[in-house]
C-alpha cells in the first residue's frame, strides 16, 4: 500500500456494512487514537468507541471489557501494538484473547503494527497478530495486519507499506484500492 494511513481508512470502506442486526455498526479504537481511525469509522457510518488506553488499562484498549451487547454491534476494532504514542506492548497471550473475541462477536480486528520494529535492542521483538494466528491455527479470519516499511527505514515519506488478511478480505479490499486508493 502506499502507506498505511490510506489503508487504515481504506480498510473500513471495505469491511463494515451498513447496519448489524438493523442497528448501527461500532468501530472500536484506543484512546489516545490515531485521527484516521476516527475518521474511517464516521464517513463508514459507524460509531465510533473510544476504548482508555492509559495507565489504568497498561496503555493498550482493554476490548475484554467491552460489554457484550456493543461487541456483538462491532464492525471493526483498531488494535495498536505496539501502541503510538504509549509504546505498550501487547504479548502473545494478550492478542490471541483479542483474535478469539473478534472470532465470536464476528468483527474484523484491524491489527496496526506499523511501529513493530521500533523497540529497544535489549528485548525480544514485538508479538504480531500473525504470530498469535499462528498460535491459534494459522487461519487469518477476523484478522487484518497493517505494517509500515517507510518508519522501520527511517523514511516517513516513503509511504510504503503492507496489508495482510484472509484472501476474501484483501479480495475485496483490493478492489477498494484500485477505485480509491492509489493503484500498486
Known amino acids: 500500500v502506499s ?4 489503508a487504515l481508512f481504506l480498510i473500513a470502506l471495505a469491511a463494515i456494512p451498513d ?8 468501530v472500536l479504537m484506543p484512546n489516545p487514537f490515531y485521527q484516521v481511525y476516527a475518521g474511517a469509522a464516521v464517513l463508514s457510518g459507524a460509531e465510533p468507541i473510544f476504548l482508555p488506553a ?29 501502541a503510538n504514542p504509549q509504546g505498550a506492548i501487547a504479548d502473545l497471550e494478550t492478542l490471541k484473547s483479542v483474535i478469539l473475541l473478534a472470532r465470536r462477536h ?3 480486528l484491524v491489527s496496526d503494527e506499523c511501529y513493530s520494529e521500533i523497540y529497544d535492542r535489549d528485548v525480544s ?16 479470519e477476523n484478522v487484518a495486519i497493517f505494517n509500515s516499511l ?8 516513503l509511504r510504503a507499506g503492507f496489508v495482510a488478511g484472509g484472501a476474501s478480505l484483501i479480495q475485496k479490499f483490493t478492489r477498494l ?8
Open 3 to 6: 502507506g498505511t494511513r490510506e
Open 19 to 26: 447496519n448489524i442486526a438493523g442497528e448501527t455498526p461500532v
Open 54 to 82: 492509559g495507565p489504568e488499562t497498561g496503555f493498550l484498549p482493554d476490548l475484554t471489557a467491552v460489554e457484550p451487547e456493543i461487541l456483538d454491534r462491532t464492525a471493526l476494532a483498531y488494535y495498536c501494538s505496539p
Open 106 to 108: 464476528d468483527f474484523l
Open 125 to 140: 521483538p514485538p508479538t504480531g497478530a500473525a504470530e498469535a494466528c499462528a498460535a491459534l491455527g494459522g487461519t487469518l
Open 150 to 157: 517507510s518508519k522501520r527505514s527511517s523514511a516517513p515519506g
Open 177 to 184: 484500492r484500485d477505485y480509491g486508493g492509489a493503484p500498486p
